[in-house]
Structure formats: C-alpha cells, structure tokens
C-alpha cells in the first residue's frame, strides 16, 4: 500500500486553453501558490483490476482511466485499486484534480517502482490535468515552456502569503474546465488577446514575486482572473461560473483594499473567492467574507509544501 498526499494549487496567472499538440499543454505560462491546509490523499495498492474509489465511493473516472492507459504506453503497471479523497469540495473550482493528478503520479510512482523525479512527475502530472504538474511543488510555481514541467520559483518561506478561500457553493461545476476551455479556443474573440497577453502577465507576476511587491502582484492577479472570466463570458455559449455572492466577495475585497488592507482576489473555473493577502490580515479578511450574504463558510490556508509520500 503506498499513500501519497498532495494539495491543490490556486493560478495567481491563469492557465485557460491548450495548444493543440498532444501532450496537454497549455496555451498560456502560468503560475500558482499551492495551498497548505487543503488536501488530497490518495491511496494505491495491487489488485486484481483497476479500481478508483473517490470520497468512499466507487466511480468510473475517464480521466484517470485514460491516464493509467497513457502510463501503461511506457511503464509496466499491474492493476491498481486507487482510493482518494479529498478534505474540501470536489470539482467546485478549488483545483481538485491539481492535487488529484499530484498525488496519484506520486503514489503509482512509489508503488510500483517508475523512479520519476519530481520533474518527470510533473511531467505526467500534467498529462493528467494541466494544473496539476504546478501541485508536485510547494510555494511559488511556474509552468512554462519549452518542456510545460512546472519549477518551484520560491519556496513558501520567502514570502508566506495566505489565501482566504470563500466558499458560496459546494456542488460540482457542470462544465469541466477541459470543455470550457475547448469553447473558449474555438468560440471567444477574446481569446487571442488573453494569448497575446499572457506572456506580460506572467513576467510581471513573476518579478512582483521576486521583489515581494504585494500592490503589483495584486493588480496582476486580478487583472489575469479577470482577463480569463472575460474569455470565458464571452464564449458560446457563455461559459459564467460565478453567482451573486461571488460577486460580493469581490467588492468586499476592493473595499478591504480602499480601507488600507492589502489583499486581492482571485477565481478559477467555479463560484469560490479565493483573497489573498498578508498573513497579519487573514483574520480580518476571513471575518468580512463570512460576513458576506452567500457565503457558506471561509477556509484560510497558508503556503503548502510538495506532493509527497505519507510513511505508514
Ligand atoms: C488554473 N484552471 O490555472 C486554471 C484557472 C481553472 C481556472 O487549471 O483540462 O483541471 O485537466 O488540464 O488543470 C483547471 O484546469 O484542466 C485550471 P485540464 P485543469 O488553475
């Protein structure tokens, strides 16, 4: 048996569209912080057929299905039964198949022996699902090209930012980012602009990270977040993943900032605000978005570490 954990990840440069080469790689470079207190633990061991077992309950994931054919192309791989959960909603825009992805390669590469670095988990991690190859490391990290493997570009410690994660719905999105993504490359005109501009983005994030400027990377963040939702909205049909508290959390956080706080939004493919901000602030900001009308609850996370392997 071989127990893998790894947490998901939130892009503070967003990745939205693939190129259309094989291999599942993104259009955009993009970058994330990966999450503390969120988790997937994922659990392989021998069987006689593959089995995935997903919150205690036996699914058909064509995903994952796909993947263990995929891996199976390179690497002997006897059957498996796959048994993960997750600590926070699944498939509600809190990247569960980042951490998913990352702590499968993790524990099928332990289990059955592949000798994959992390680079080469990352790798297939993203084979997976794209956001997944940023959930192998922990803190800062990017994912670029040429080789779309993702690289820690500053460790937790360098800058330990929080994220208040402000949950307004916990069921499942009924389009997947894999298809919304697909209808964004072939539908919206704003989508060669968000090409166009990624590369700005991603090198202005980058250097606000590097020079712990919270004011630039607040601005670029939002501005990435708001640039994909753009992508998205302007779809056919239009892809809208947000609700009205979701749009109050977003102006709770911009009056947060004309009051002095300094925190930022983000979002992903799903109804949750994820408001980043100083660590001396998390409480203050965790206390005005419970507050907000919709909101279910808040979850605060610092900057988690790299997949890794759980010892029994
Ligand atoms: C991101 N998202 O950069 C962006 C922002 C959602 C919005 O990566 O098709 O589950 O499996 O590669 O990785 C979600 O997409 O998509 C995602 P696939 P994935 O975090």
């Given at each position: 048996m071989t127990h893998a954990r790894a947490h998901p990840n939130i892009a503070l440069v967003k990745y939205w569209g693939k190129q259309t080469?094989?291999?599942?790689?993104?259009?955009t470079p993009n970058l994330s912080i990966t999450l503390d207190s969120l988790a997937t633990d994922t659990v392989v061991t021998a069987h006689h057929q593959d089995e995935v077992w997903l919150n205690q309950e036996q699914v058909t994931d064509q995903k994952i299905l796909r993947f263990l054919a995929e891996l199976r192309c390179e690497f002997e791989l006897a059957p498996i039964r796959i048994e993960t959960s997750n600590n926070f909603p699944t498939?509600?825009?809190?990247a569960s198949s980042a951490s998913g992805f990352a702590a499968l390669i993790c524990a099928i590469n332990q289990h059955a022996d592949l000798g994959l670095d992390a680079d080469l988990m990352s790798d297939w991690a993203r084979r997976g699902?794209?956001?997944?190859?940023?959930?192998?490391?922990?803190g800062y990290v990017a994912l670029v090209p040429p080789l779309w493997r993702a690289q820690p570009?500053?460790?937790?410690?360098?800058w330990p930012l929080k994220a208040v994660v402000a949950i307004t719905n916990e069921t499942r999105k009924s389009i997947s980012s894999s298809e919304g993504m697909e209808r964004s490359r072939l539908t919206s005109d704003f989508y060669t602009p968000w090409l166009r501009g990624s590369g700005d983005d991603f090198a202005a994030a980058f250097d606000a990270i590097n020079n712990k400027d919270f004011s630039a990377l607040a601005e670029i963040a939002e501005l990435s977040c708001l640039k994909m939702h753009s992508v998205m909205l302007t779809s056919l049909p239009t892809l809208s993943y947000w609700n009205p508290a979701t749009l109050a959390c977003m102006d709770a956080v911009r009056n947060l900032r004309k009051q002095g706080t300094a925190v930022f939004f983000t979002i992903d493919a799903g109804p949750q605000v994820k408001a980043v901000c100083e660590p001396q602030d998390a409480n203050r900001v965790s206390d005005v978005l419970t507050q907000v009308?919709?909101?279910i609850r808040t979850l605060t996370c610092g900057l988690g570490n790299a997949a890794h392997i759980v010892e029994p």
């Amino acid at each position: 048996m071989t127990h893998a954990r790894a947490h998901p990840n939130i892009a503070l440069v967003k990745y939205w569209g693939k190129q259309t080469k094989p291999g599942n790689l993104p259009a955009t470079p993009n970058l994330s912080i990966t999450l503390d207190s969120l988790a997937t633990d994922t659990v392989v061991t021998a069987h006689h057929q593959d089995e995935v077992w997903l919150n205690q309950e036996q699914v058909t994931d064509q995903k994952i299905l796909r993947f263990l054919a995929e891996l199976r192309c390179e690497f002997e791989l006897a059957p498996i039964r796959i048994e993960t959960s997750n600590n926070f909603p699944t498939g509600a825009g809190l990247a569960s198949s980042a951490s998913g992805f990352a702590a499968l390669i993790c524990a099928i590469n332990q289990h059955a022996d592949l000798g994959l670095d992390a680079d080469l988990m990352s790798d297939w991690a993203r084979r997976g699902s794209a956001s997944a190859a940023r959930s192998l490391f922990g803190g800062y990290v990017a994912l670029v090209p040429p080789l779309w493997r993702a690289q820690p570009i500053a460790p937790a410690s360098h800058w330990p930012l929080k994220a208040v994660v402000a949950i307004t719905n916990e069921t499942r999105k009924s389009i997947s980012s894999s298809e919304g993504m697909e209808r964004s490359r072939l539908t919206s005109d704003f989508y060669t602009p968000w090409l166009r501009g990624s590369g700005d983005d991603f090198a202005a994030a980058f250097d606000a990270i590097n020079n712990k400027d919270f004011s630039a990377l607040a601005e670029i963040a939002e501005l990435s977040c708001l640039k994909m939702h753009s992508v998205m909205l302007t779809s056919l049909p239009t892809l809208s993943y947000w609700n009205p508290a979701t749009l109050a959390c977003m102006d709770a956080v911009r009056n947060l900032r004309k009051q002095g706080t300094a925190v930022f939004f983000t979002i992903d493919a799903g109804p949750q605000v994820k408001a980043v901000c100083e660590p001396q602030d998390a409480n203050r900001v965790s206390d005005v978005l419970t507050q907000v009308p919709g909101v279910i609850r808040t979850l605060t996370c610092g900057l988690g570490n790299a997949a890794h392997i759980v010892e029994p």
